[in-house]
């Protein structure tokens, strides 16, 4: 791919003026790695658009040169999938500057966001009309609707309400070769041939760069209660979880596992926090409920359950304030593995059935393969994902992640791709997966994912290094 | 494209044997012509292939020889999707063999379906185990799996659960080249890259052939009420909706609209039907609502609509079979419609929002420009899509249809564009919609259909001459 040329920077600049265009190595500089710091990567300059028009115009002088373009959000990508590759031939575009909100409709719950509107601040607008906005993470003030479209993102309520791809109603996005493909339209039915909102939902960039979205809101809720449950193993869990929808079906929002491992971690790392009840329990879960009465619904289901032994000790939060701290310890898992020392993580997802037989038999294998590993597995059970974390050996060094980190990660893969699961549920492949995504990728998924990639961006300029494993790309080692 | 050569019919003879072979014209001839009659075509041969594994050899050997493939389910598409063409050069590959519910498990909700079984098989199965599968459609005894798929097919029943692409949870399909795509794992959250599944959904097998489906199962319903409803025009129609959602959440199932002209039709051309209320309304609209406590919850809904003047009339029905025969109001309206007269009609859609104001103007501006022609539109509204269907003036000759009809639909479809609307809402393109989705469809979206069929099928053998509009192709003028 060619590098941007003085003729072509000076035509960009001419076209986004001074708050749109910039080469200061010190404005780039925080966009130029990922917020992990893992990846590091040069560009020639950073675009900041304020228009679909504007964004448009830019897309096609960077097709007719074959210059690559790296979109951009709010930067919080987990796999690397916005930093720009150390060649140094890409643009930045950065979405941020498209904030507004179009438009907000309670009465049809439906808002209209551009690609840039921060998710915090769609959550404050849409609460300001009674209405929510159903997606969370902890990314919120500074992930990007365009972002969250881009990577499908998930977060700890997808189980009512799915991810992002089950909340967008309709899409706008700028094409490979800078056309404007206008699909804002909420339209509930549409069958005019192959799903183009669902093919850009996810797609990281890669074939089109999402400007604007069209996004479903649901009513306020009325009232939410949160409860921590102590019970035996991952099964008796999911046997909860059955249990509690088919009790008070549609209000369970999140159910959260976490083993007694990653509650020591938080106890003992985390100033502050403190065990939610008095006994020990091999694991535990969280549960939030929100509707009509949940709280006296959720007491009464989690009682039952109690007297069925199918939870062992169960507590409803009395207050806000404790059902934030019960959220927090939730929150805190990944702070206090950091915290304890080095590890492997793994975002990945397989049928809810299978979970807890696969949580339970992958860690005994890897523990066997890699002695004096520790897996902390925790997250979304309900969604069958889990974060799939292995702990180095307590005497292992620093070099440990380098040395051994990818023979685990190939060991955890392997037995995702065995169980008929997804070696990426919500994090996305961006560049960190994509040799992961090569190596246990069945032929039907990567040549469909080649063969749509080379079709609508056959110029390669979208994002380039992202999600595609290309066949005839040079491959890190 | 090339004609199946007689050694190519000998090996797929002796591939699938004598219940999964036949060239014999009177077996043939049901499948050669879609139900209503409008297109028709020919085959060399019929295949019914009874596995996965079978269908995977009939594709691999059709594509060697370059032969087109034309998949078949139920042969109930409403726009010849499922017809081959007159040249006789393509085959019949019929799912119907495949029948076999894999799996059904109630605690998962999920049921694992061969393409081939049919819906109302699956109704009773998951019925049978205190589950339900919420879509539904008139031609439920005959239409399959696969083809609902394909088609991504509506209903009655969209408004709560959405169309079929939101009930699939995992797809098995054999593609163009008899690679066999597994993505039956049920995963809740899966950010491998572009969604295949979603493409798949609505392609109407020019990609691909859905062999077999994980659908999504919900639990029986408590208790079932539905309400007869007399009310001034569409807008209120809509205002009461929005009442009803928010006085009972998640319990509206359906909310079909009804013109006087339709229900005036029905009391006159079908034996037996009766007016549900005493008065004259200018527009009706039919609601069912499922869950706890339905009726009472309805009931009271629609008293507060009274008094606040956002219905005129309301009944709802006090025994099974008085709801029945709502239904069949109206379930008969499009055979009224036959019995009545010519009429061209159009499956479209638009924002929910704006669907009161298309109606009313478009019919307004079609009555105008074609005198004598009378509008008959109804439908989902709560979806947005509304069976928009312009009857012949009184006088006109047998011919009309097809001296006019292409005109009334330019004109309607051009209304539906204007509005940012979908020119076919849920009956999808088929051979019969694609010339005008190539004349009403806007440039990026055509790209992406063709681009993506020619790099999915090169050889371009998928269901031939349906949905995608291929720019080099022959047009029909």
Redesign the interface.
């Known amino acids: 791919m060619a590098n941007p040329s003085p003729a072509l920077l000076a035509r960009l600049a001419d076209l986004l003026g001074s708050k749109g265009f910039s080469a200061d190595a010190g404005e780039m500089a925080p966009w130029l790695t990922d917020w992990r710091g893992r990846f590091q990567g040069r560009a020639a300059a950073l675009l900041s658009p304020s228009s679909t028009g504007e964004v448009a115009e830019i897309v096609r002088l960077c097709a007719g040169a074959g210059v690559p373009i790296v979109p951009q959000g709010g930067n919080t990508s987990m796999v690397g999938g916005a930093t720009p590759s150390p060649d140094g031939d890409a643009l930045i575009l950065s979405l941020r500057r498209m904030n507004r909100i179009r438009d907000l409709?309670p009465?049809?719950n439906?808002a209209i966001c551009e690609a840039g509107v921060i998710l915090a601040h769609l959550h404050e607008a849409a609460e300001a009309q009674g209405r929510r906005f159903p997606l969370s993470l902890g990314a919120k003030d500074n992930a990007t609707i365009g972002g969250l479209v881009s990577?499908?993102a998930?977060g700890t309520q997808?189980l009512r309400f799915?991810?992002m791809?089950?909340l967008v109603a309709g899409l706008e996005a700028v094409?490979p070769?800078g056309?404007?493909?206008?699909?804002?339209?909420?339209?509930?039915?549409?069958?005019?041939?192959?799903?183009?909102r669902?093919?850009l939902?996810?797609?990281?960039g890669t074939?089109g760069i999402v400007t604007a979205a069209s996004l479903i809101l649901v009513?306020a809720v009325a009232e939410r209660a949160v409860a921590w449950v102590g019970l035996r193993d991952p099964e008796i869990a999911l046997a909860l979880l059955?249990r509690l929808e088919?009790r008070i079906?549609?209000a369970i929002e999140s159910f959260e596992l976490v083993p007694a491992v990653a509650l020591d971690l938080v106890l003992a790392h985390i100033p502050g926090a403190r065990a939610p009840l008095a006994g020990r329990h091999d694991w535990h879960v969280l549960v939030e409920a929100a509707g009509v009465e949940a709280e006296a619904r959720l007491a009464a289901a989690l009682n039952d359950a109690l007297g069925q032994g199918s939870a062992d000790d169960a507590l409803i939060a009395a207050s806000q304030g404790q059902a934030d701290a019960l959220w927090r310890i939730r929150d805190s898992i990944s702070e206090a593995e950091r915290k304890d020392g080095i590890a492997v993580k793994h975002d990945v997802?397989?049928?809810?059935?299978d979970m807890p037989a696969f949580m339970t038999a992958t860690a005994v294998a890897v523990e066997g393969a890699f002695p004096g590993t520790r897996v902390i597995a925790f997250g979304?059970l309900?969604?069958?994902?889990v974060h799939f974390n292995v702990r180095a050996p307590r005497d292992a060094a620093a070099s440990w992640l380098d040395n051994e980190g990818a023979a685990v990660t190939r060991f955890v893969h392997d037995a995702v791709v065995a169980a008929?699961?997804?070696?990426?549920?919500?994090?996305?492949?961006g560049q960190m997966k994509r040799s992961e995504?090569e190596r246990v990728?069945?032929?039907?998924?990567l040549?469909?994912?080649r063969?749509?990639k080379?079709?609508?961006d056959p110029r390669g300029i979208m994002n380039p290094g992202k999600?595609?494993p290309l066949a005839h790309e040079p491959r890190p080692s």
Chains 1, 2 share one sequence.
């Open positions: 409709s009465e049809d439906l990577t499908n998930g997808v799915g991810t791809r089950g094409l070769d056309t404007i493909f206008d699909g804002l339209a909420p339209l509930k039915k549409d069958n005019r041939g192959y799903d183009l669902h093919l939902i996810g797609a990281e074939l009513p059955h088919e079906p549609g997802s397989v049928p809810v059935a979304h309900g969604d069958g994902n008929g699961g997804s070696i990426s549920a919500e994090h996305g492949i995504l990728g069945d032929p039907a998924r040549f469909m994912l063969a749509i080379s079709a609508l999600l595609v």
